[in-house]
């Protein structure tokens, strides 16, 4: 598995390159084209034009590293269009290109879906992670229940898959949830499976975050708070929720006197 410590940038060769060639002619690429320096401390990305095989120069002490990784299904989520210059992203947006995710995943994918082994905290007991609304780092308590349902998922209900997103599909090929798989589509079906309408507006994915909210209300958690929960970056945008709240709006109630009507 490709170790990125130390690693400080990492450059990819948007559109295709012929990945026939040498660790050499790679090297002349980065230095020639790309006016960047093969022996520094970056990765050097190229994909060929199915999008379906990598390779990776790296260089290391004395010597390069040559990189090849090749899908047996899907594609890379590799930018297509040619550029002048190199696409520099991160080690970490690396991560998520070989793991079968787009760039912009961070946008495109919930929260969850997301998480990643580096998220948890086992001995601080905490997550962490960046709230896909807000684009903030959100770090809760893990509960005991959480913890170990975690934990026993990654035991005995995982796919056995070198990838560093946590929550992957359990149906060949083993990939992290993409923006093709939505979670929606998939509670519309266990919806109709328990005979549930799936017309209303409140489905899918929101109707979670709609019956979560409403349970936080019904407990009587701060508004404040369940804004956070759901990613609202103001708490006049959870406002909304105080309307199915039918306890607190008893109390808005006025009580009018009883008026006689004389005919």
């Known amino acids: 598995m490709l170790n990125d410590v130390g690693i400080d940038r990492v450059y990819l060769a948007c559109g295709a390159i012929d990945l026939r060639k040498s660790i050499d ?20 990305v190229f994909c060929n034009r199915q ?15 040559l990189h ?11 930018p297509t269009e040619p550029g002048p210059a190199p696409l520099k992203i991160s080690p970490r947006e690396l991560r998520w290109l070989l793991d079968g995710l787009s760039l912009k995943q961070r946008q495109a994918h919930p929260s969850v879906t997301a998480l990643t082994f580096d998220c948890f905290h086992w001995e601080e007991k905490k997550l962490t992670f960046i709230q896909s609304k807000t684009r903030e ?9 959480v913890g170990w349902a ?8 995982r796919p056995k898959v070198d990838s560093s997103i946590i929550f992957v599909r359990h149906m060949a ?7 093709g798989d939505h979670l929606t589509q998939i509670i519309r079906d266990y919806m109709r499976i328990a005979h549930l309408p799936t017309l209303k507006k409140r489905r899918g994915m929101h109707s979670l975050r709609h019956t979560a909210a409403s349970r936080m209300l019904e407990q009587d958690t701060p508004l404040a ?24 709006l008893r109390e808005c109630c006025l009580n009018t006197p009883e008026v006689d009507i004389h005919e």
């Open 173 to 179: 090929p083993f990939l992290p949830f993409s923006e």
């Open 150 to 157: 975690v934990i026993d998922y990654l035991k005995y209900g």
């Open 225 to 248: 708070v369940i804004s956070d929960i759901l990613g609202h970056a103001d708490t006049d945008s959870t406002a909304v929720y105080l309307k199915i709240d039918i306890h607190k």
């Open 51 to 65: 999008r379906d095989k990598l390779k990776i120069l790296q260089w290391d002490h004395n010597g390069f590293w």
């Open 25 to 44: 002619s790679l090297a002349v690429l980065v230095k020639e084209e790309f006016k960047l320096d093969p022996f520094s401390s970056c990765l050097f």
């Open 137 to 145: 780092t959100v770090t809760l308590p893990i509960p005991a229940e």
């Open 68 to 78: 090849y990784r090749r899908l047996e299904r899907g594609k890379f989520q590799w």
